[in-house]
């Protein structure tokens, strides 16, 4: 059982950053591709970016590429996002969740009902 919280939401005027953190529970942290999705009202759950466990491979959806950050560091059980030049649209629920697998080291998958585990979500809303 993994338990993952995150951290780092809030409220910030269009052009800022904010970074988020996930810090998970559990020794098998590791081995887990982890994720970030989002979910703003009246849409889907999307995955804005999801890294792999080793970190050599990252994905980002198209609307935060060159904006958002995923990184991850195995010894703190942590991954965290860092989204700079934030926009009005970016505003929602992010959640981290991770996939238990198994995949290997440069694999990842960005469908929601492919991760296992999520946090309850943190509150990011960008002012125009």
């Known amino acids: 059982q993994v338990q993952l919280v995150e951290s780092g939401g809030g409220l910030v005027q269009a052009g800022g950053s904010l970074r988020l953190s996930c810090a998970a529970s559990g020794r098998a942290f590791s081995s887990y591709t982890m994720g970030w999705f989002r979910q703003a009202p009246g849409k889907e759950r999307e995955c804005v970016a999801a890294i792999s466990w080793s970190g050599g491979a990252t994905n980002y959806a198209d609307s935060v590429k060159g904006r958002f950050t995923i990184s991850r560091d195995n010894a703190k059980n942590t991954v965290y996002l860092q989204m700079n030049s934030l926009k009005p649209e970016d505003t929602a629920v992010y959640y981290c969740?991770?996939?238990?697998?198994?995949?290997?080291?440069?694999?990842?998958?960005?469908?929601?009902?492919?991760?296992?585990?999520w946090g309850q979500g943190t509150q990011v809303t960008v002012s125009s």
């Open positions: 969740a991770a996939d238990s697998g198994p995949l290997g080291p440069l694999v990842l998958r960005t469908r929601s009902r492919e991760y296992d585990y």
